[in-house]
């Protein structure tokens, strides 16, 4: 099998979860499929160069991802950097609430540091191991824990102490 139908392969299988976790990084869905996009195309470009398909290409590409929202994060201008959430409807007092925590819960999550935005959503929203972690961001599981915890720090004041609460309590 060639580079190009293993990664429509690939492209058919994990497509949803890609463009999800690009989701839960961006708040945006068109922003979530162009970084899609966009990794996919780096990663085909880099196969075919190759010419090898990498052990877990899955993996590789989620970490495609990943490096793609960071590089785009970089070239932000600061203006740019606040996320809106996304629309939803109420549909009664206690979705609205739901609605309420989830909307606070984007619009902090859009205010953190690309990387600790990214620990928290590949950790909290992909719920994946700090050792996988770490390989998708290319860093140490010491930083990844770090990165957590700073994000997780920052949250606090933005969304309420027992929100996080709940988040810490899921251990790595």
């Given at each position: ?21 690009a ?47 960071l ?23 206690q ?78």
């Amino acid at each position: 099998m060639d580079v190009d139908d293993t990664l429509a392969d690939l492209v058919r299988a994990h497509s949803g979860a890609w463009v999800r976790v690009a989701y839960q990084l961006t708040h945006e869905p068109a922003a979530a499929h162009d970084v899609v996009q966009e990794a996919l195309i780096s990663v085909c470009r880099n196969w075919r160069r190759r010419g090898v398909v990498v052990d877990h290409p899955s993996a590789y590409v989620r970490r495609a991802i990943v490096n793609e929202f960071l590089r785009r994060e970089r070239a932000r201008r600061p203006d740019d950097l606040i996320a809106a959430a996304p629309d939803q409807p109420a549909l009664s007092k206690q979705m609205d609430d739901a609605i309420a925590d989830h909307d606070r819960m984007w619009r902090a999550l859009g205010k953190l540091p690309a990387r600790q935005r990214a620990v928290l959503v590949l950790r909290y929203y992909e719920d994946l191991p700090d050792p996988q972690i770490a390989d998708v961001l290319g860093c140490r599981r010491a930083t990844v824990r770090s990165l957590a915890a700073r994000g997780l720090a920052a949250l606090r004041p933005l969304i309420g102490s027992e929100k996080t609460d709940v988040m810490e309590g899921n251990p790595r």
